[in-house]
């Protein structure tokens, strides 16, 4: 779910985020078009020029909730999968790769909104996919691992916020990545390290700043022991022999993580992240869940998400609770992290 507060600190980033999209003609399918409130968003994404929505679903469903919704139709672009012109070509690229699956089971799963929503995406017929407003998280994540796929390297879907805090420190409307603070209850070192790599991704295409990413934990640099602590150097191990690249540490207590002076006390080796980072990695979900919603509450920090993250286009879940206003800022985000001059950038539907 994405909140919003059209007077609070949010609204700088949120503003940047539509500026790299509107008008670049990028094309968003939302495949939940029997929901009125798919399509009061996406007459408002057409209108602001934020992209080219696709809305699909049968033609009664599409026209009873564009009635219920009070909306005109005109100019969005619907389709119903079953009619598809695509569809063949859908069902021939989801076979890939799967020779025990028949071409009639794969016709059925394709010709299912969520499912050819995201053959759009990986087709490149569509940049990115919003779902989830009249659909379970778990599906979404499913329909996505099965056409979409994951990232190069990835094997764990994760998810992350974006937190503003209104003044830390010297800084205002200072912004962190979170993660994994909704999907992986206790992720393994493994897992935890394809969170790192795709927060940092997700980092590289949403902040004005390089990603410095910290791995936490109740201890900082081997001062404490037990299995969650090894757990985050093991995973901090995996990431640095994936990404060599990659400027990130740990295992980092949260305050030797961000705060510069108590990083200077507890970090006694060079570090580029300890003090400095932006992106917040939690050793399982208890921590991350219950330090977001601290950070909200007691830091008056506005929480922007949970996005998800780790697919090899972008894509992104919704609250079933999702207001029009959270469809539409939850697609803006998504589309800024689609890089300029992709393919198919400004075809028109």
Known sequence: MVELNPSGANVDILDAFTSK????????????????????????????RIAEPIVLGTREQIEAASKEAGVSLDGIETLDPKDSPRLDAYVARYMQGRDDLSAGIARRMVAKA??????????GDAHAMVAGAATATATVIQAGALTVGFAAGIETVSSYFLMIVPRFGEERDKVFIFADCAVNIDPSAGQLADIALASAQSASGLLAEP???????????????????????????????????????????????????????????????????????????????????????????????????GFAKPLSD???????????????????QVKKGGPGEGRQG
Do not use: W
């Open 114 to 123: 969520l499912f050819h929503g995201g053959m759009m995406v990986a087709c």
């Open 211 to 309: 990603p410095r990413v910290a791995l936490l934990s109740y201890s900082t640099r081997g001062s404490a022991d037990g299995p969650s602590a090894e757990k985050v150097r093991q995973a901090l191990q995996i990431v640095r022999s994936r990404r060599p690249d990659l400027v990130v540490d740990g295992e980092l207590q949260a305050d030797a993580a961000v705060v510069p002076r108590v990083a200077q006390k507890k970090v006694k080796d060079a570090s580029e992240v300890a003090g400095r980072a932006n992106v917040l990695i939690f050793p399982d979900l208890d921590a991350g869940n219950i330090a977001y919603k601290l950070t909200q509450y007691m830091a008056g920090a506005r929480a922007i998400g949970p996005f998800l993250q």
């Open 318 to 336: 919704l609250s079933r609770g999702a207001s029009v206003e959270d469809i539409v800022t939850t697609t803006i985000v998504t589309l800024a």
């Open 21 to 48: 999209v509107v008008g670049r003609g990028l094309r968003v399918v939302l495949p939940e078009g029997r929901d009125s409130r798919i399509l009061l968003a996406a007459r408002e994404i057409r209108q602001r």
